[in-house]
């Protein structure tokens, strides 16, 4: 019977603290539930790696995509290893860097250079921060099959899983952002969610990580990104966004 007036405060000191930044109730307390959820998520994935509870689960999931016959061949045929290949490059630094770029000198052209920098500054800062996980776990390749990429930093999280999640959905929601119509806000959101599972997906595909790899490299890019659009809607309510 105790819990329901500290229950009771405690909602009403979120619902005081999204009023001080004059965000609307409904969003703002959706943003800060996935965040809190995908901190979570990031957070349940490590330790459960770090105990060893990852183990059977990562070997079965990576083995379902090798031909049993031959390790080294991912199932199907030729072309679809190739396009594999193709679509894992979407969450390579080199193709982020250049979308990255690119959208953020439409910006300022457009004289939206606020945007711009915050565009720059989120994936940049994404990338960063998978970096840093990286470096802090320092968990091995998977040596059960044979990688049919060039990789040669730790394993978890997934750098491509995490940046792609970062870029696309902040690129998705920029774009639903300015979009009137609802039909065309759900498309690139879709677009840029498919995207960024299919860059997950062929991580694993082509053997250079963990399932488990690319599902904390989701969590932590789309908290990420999640962080990033709150504070882009608190700085336009304040008038300082475009």
Partial sequence: MGKG??????VRSVFDWIHRLHLDELPALVILLLVLGGIWSFTEIAFEIMEGGTQDFDKRLILAMRNPADLSDPIGPFW????G??????????????VTLSVAGFLML?????????????????????????LSFDRPRPELVPHRAYVQT??????????A??????????LARVSRRRRLK???????????????VTRV?????????????????????LLCWAVTLWLQRRGEME
């Fill in 5 to 10: 007036p500290g229950l009771n405060k405690a």
């Fill in 80 to 83: 679809v290893e190739e396009l």
């Fill in 85 to 98: 290949r193709d679509i894992t490059a979407l969450g390579s630094i080199g193709v982020l860097t250049l």
């Fill in 110 to 134: 457009d004289g939206k250079y606020r945007a711009s920098f915050l565009i720059i500054a989120t994936v940049g800062g994404g990338i960063f921060m998978s970096t840093l996980m990286k």
């Fill in 154 to 163: 730790a394993s978890f999280p997934s750098g491509h899983s995490a940046q």
């Fill in 165 to 174: 999640a970062v870029a696309y959905l902040t690129l998705g929601a920029l």
């Fill in 186 to 200: 759900a498309y690139v959101l879709l677009l840029a969610i498919l995207v960024t599972f299919a860059v997950g």
């Fill in 205 to 225: 595909y082509l053997g250079v990580h963990w399932p488990t790899d690319v599902l904390g490299g989701w969590s932590l890019g789309a908290t990420w990104a």
